[in-house]
Nanobody, 125 residues
Framework: VQLQASGGGLVQAGDSLRLSCVVSGWPSGRFAVGWFRQAPGKERLFVAAMMWPGGSTYYTDSVKGRFTISRDRAKNTVYLQMNSLKPEDTAVYYC???????????????????WGQGTLVTVSS
């Protein structure tokens, strides 16, 4: 599986951004596509994930109500719509794929074997 993330940029607090993750070589069966983020000097943390084929979504508490993960099957693309951005959302955002994942592991980065290159989101105050 190959993933390519894009859409990052420099925005002000309260603004919105939409990140895109183009996925090629879709895994067969049940899998997840997730978004993680890593701030400078910090560990990579879970943001959101969507299960295939069912479409169930999962979010970390800090982004619930502000971020939305969605998909466009025809474009093989997963999106992360980020609204009401805060300075603490500043990070490099990565998308990743996890074949045969179980629900309880969607937030665990080690469950994901394929990663995109990351896209930088900077939110100024």
């Amino acid at each position: 599986v190959q993933l390519q993330a894009s859409g990052g940029g420099l925005v002000q607090a309260g603004d919105s951004l939409r990140l895109s993750c183009v996925v090629s070589g879709w895994p067969s069966g049940r899998f997840a596509v997730g978004w993680f983020r890593q701030a400078p000097g910090k560990e990579r943390l879970f943001v959101a994930a969507m299960m295939w084929p069912g479409g169930s979504t999962y979010y970390t508490d800090s982004v619930k109500g502000r971020f939305t993960i969605s998909r466009d099957r025809a474009k093989n693309t997963v999106y992360l719509q980020m609204n009401s951005l805060k300075p603490e959302d500043t990070a490099v955002y990565y998308c990743a794929a996890a074949p045969r994942i179980i629900t309880s592991s969607v937030g665990v980065s080690s469950s994901y074997g394929d990663w995109g290159q990351g896209t930088l989101v900077t939110v100024s105050s």
